[in-house]
């Protein structure tokens, strides 16, 4: 049997480059089948990221370019999806988790006809085909889905997948865009984000520092970035500490807020809400430290030190230091 | 203006949330059911733009159990002016397809300019709902918008894409859906709650919707359930002054660092 064709979203940053997620996205569909990329950008940013999907393991991308994508939403987007479930009828298609990604699962899975696994966190496939993981209520329960028939729209967790594609030179097919509903919102302003962070990714970064609201303030949540830059981890947040305006939004772990699973994660005056345990418990190693002997981030923890951050952590940066000069 | 909103009942996250490992479904009497917090900060908008604006009425929307009443109930109270409940056993395990077809029917029954829902609920934490709807009933989207601006023809608003953040905005009628970044909801009045018991709740089966649920229409269907081992504490130990040199040796010792 000729292997199925497993179409994958892959989003392009403004700079031309491939979004992060397009790895893990490639890398699922590799595990389920033959995957096709599909691009979609505004002319002249497509033929660079088409190149990076081979390397990521797309054998073959579909590549949309038109004014469109850069003012109306979403919409663009669907079209080309539409058009290549028609001409292909994938047995799955596989989007980021993200709200770009949600929005065009939504969509087609309406106009195909299509049910959706969403917030999936693993795929495999079985003799009756395609079953998609979810992590439930914080990571406290598993399961799995699949669906009657028909094609599986799946919404894929950032930096849940480890495996990886292997590169191939792709063949790339150029695709016109059709006629876009005339009610689609538009885009009336884009600006870019200042990532001026030379930080590994909350996501994937092996070494997650996590400040909550017992930082006290921004010039205290300092002290966060500090310990993270010099154990070279992602920098998190609780959702206290982005209220409080510590830390953006994009930096909140947590029900409401990133997903992680490093091998370790240091919580640094966080309480251990349930909400935010939900973001993390899954961590190889837990060490927190709160100055509440009470707190209920101890009971998850590996290693707990009841003790002031502002005390311990300094003494931590400093040893580590001069072990490695 | 109708602006609808969707709300929607669910286990409280501050408790302990469980499924029920043969059917997968919630376990009621494992947790208090509440109104989902984001939901209640979409109500929040709505009710405080027809409170800024002439003639806008806000309805609230629902599918789920009985328990929901009370909680649509409740959230009367913070000033909207009715509900619309739609309650039956067919929608017990309902999947994203089954879920969206139903609240698009009860919205085109209803009639409505505007739906407000929040981003991704706290339980099934699917985040496709207001788009699946806006598909079915022919409107535009802008969901998962950090903020929200509303006039009798459009709603604008930001929201993050890839590498920055756009604005966005839809002629009406259209589907938005919020995040936690609006604000949060009013605590309800003895007036407002005292007002509730009086507006219109009304409820409807899938039949006066003249949806089938076991139409042969793809549906996501659940294999298995397993519960994840519970994490526990590991060793706790007090600064004495040297915790963050213990810290180091732990982590270097364990190659962590
Ligand atoms: C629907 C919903 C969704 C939510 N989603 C999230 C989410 O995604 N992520 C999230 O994090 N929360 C979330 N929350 C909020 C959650 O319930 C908690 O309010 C929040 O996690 C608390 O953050 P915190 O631990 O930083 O603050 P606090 O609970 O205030 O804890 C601060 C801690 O710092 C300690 N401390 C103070 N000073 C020091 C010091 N000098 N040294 C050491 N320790 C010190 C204190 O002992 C205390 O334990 C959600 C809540 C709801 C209702």
């Not at chain 1, 799995?144 to 028909?150: K, P």
């Not at chain 1, 091998?263 to 961590?283: C, F, K, R």
Request: with cysteine; net charge negative; hydrophobic share 45%.
């Amino acid at each position: 049997m000729a292997q199925q064709k497993i179409l994958t979203y892959l989003p392009v940053l403004p700079s031309g480059e491939l979004m992060g997620s397009a790895a893990e996205l490639l890398g699922a569909a590799a595990q389920l089948g033959s995957p096709v990329g599909v691009i979609v950008t505004t002319p002249g940013m497509a033929e660079a990221a088409a190149e990076s999907a081979g390397e990521l393991g797309a054998a073959t991308v579909r590549v949309a370019e038109h004014e469109a994508v850069g003012t109306t939403l979403t919409e663009p987007t669907v079209d080309v999806f539409t058009t290549a479930w028609e001409d292909l009828r994938p047995e799955a298609v596989l989007v980021p988790n993200d709200i770009d990604g949600r929005d065009l699962a939504a969509r087609l899975s309406v106009r195909t006809h299509s049910a959706i696994a969403a917030d999936v966190v693993g795929v495999h496939r079985d003799e009756e085909g395609i079953v998609a993981h979810h992590s439930v209520y914080g990571s406290t329960f598993t399961t799995e889905s699949a669906t009657t028939h028909g094609t599986l729209i799946i919404t894929l967790r950032e930096g849940a997948v480890d495996y990886r594609g292997q590169p191939v030179t792709p063949e790339i097919h150029r695709v016109e865009l059709g006629e876009l509903p005339p009610q689609a919102a538009s885009i009336t302003e884009f600006s870019a984000s200042v990532e001026a962070s030379t930080r590994p990714d909350l996501r994937g970064a092996p070494t997650v520092v996590a400040g909550g609201r017992g930082l006290g303030s921004a010039e205290g949540f300092a002290l966060a970035e500090q310990l993270a830059d010099a154990l070279g981890a992602g920098l998190g947040a609780s959702r206290a500490a982005v209220d409080a305006g510590y830390a953006p939004h994009s930096l909140q772990v947590g029900q409401t807020g990133v997903t992680v699973a490093p091998d370790l994660y240091i919580a640094l005056g966080i309480s251990g809400a349930v909400q935010h345990l939900a973001g993390m418990q899954t961590a190889k190693t837990v060490v927190a430290i709160n100055k509440d002997p009470e707190a209920p981030i101890f009971d998850i923890a590996d290693l707990g030190i009841v003790g002031d951050v502002f005390e311990v952590v300094p003494q931590l940066i400093e040893t580590l230091k001069a072990q490695r000069p | 203006m109708r602006i609808a909103v969707l709300v929607k009942e669910v286990p409280d996250s501050y408790g302990a949330r469980r499924l029920n490992l043969t059917t997968g479904l919630a376990e009621r009497e494992a947790s208090d059911r509440v109104l989902d917090e984001i939901t209640s900060r979409a109500v929040e908008a709505a009710v405080s733009h027809a409170e800024s604006a002439e003639g806008v009425e806000v309805v609230l929307v629902t599918m789920g159990p009985e328990s929901a009443e009370s909680m649509l109930r409740k959230t009367l109270a913070m000033g909207a002016d009715s509900a619309h409940h739609v309650l039956d056993p067919g929608l017990l395990g309902a999947d994203m397809t089954l879920s969206a077809e139903v609240l698009a029917a009860v919205l085109q029954r209803i009639g409505c300019d505007l739906v407000i829902s929040g981003d991704v609920s706290s339980d099934g934490t699917g985040g496709v709902i207001p788009t699946m709807i806006a598909e079915r009933i022919g409107a535009a989207h802008a969901t998962s918008l950090d903020s929200l601006t509303i006039t009798d023809s459009s709603v604008t608003g930001n929201r993050e894409t890839y590498g920055g953040t756009v604005t966005v905005e839809a002629q009406l009628p259209a589907v938005v859906s919020v995040t936690e970044r609006l604000p949060d909801a009013r605590f309800p009045g003895f007036k407002g709650i005292m007002a509730a018991k009086k507006k219109p709740l009304e409820t409807y089966t899938l039949a006066d919707l003249g949806i089938d649920p076991a139409a042969d229409v793809p549906r996501s269907i659940l294999l298995s359930v397993t519960e994840a081992p519970a994490r526990t504490a590991g060793e706790k130990i007090h600064d004495e002054g040297d915790a963050g040199k213990r810290l180091a040796e732990y982590l270097i010792d364990k190659k962590l660092v």
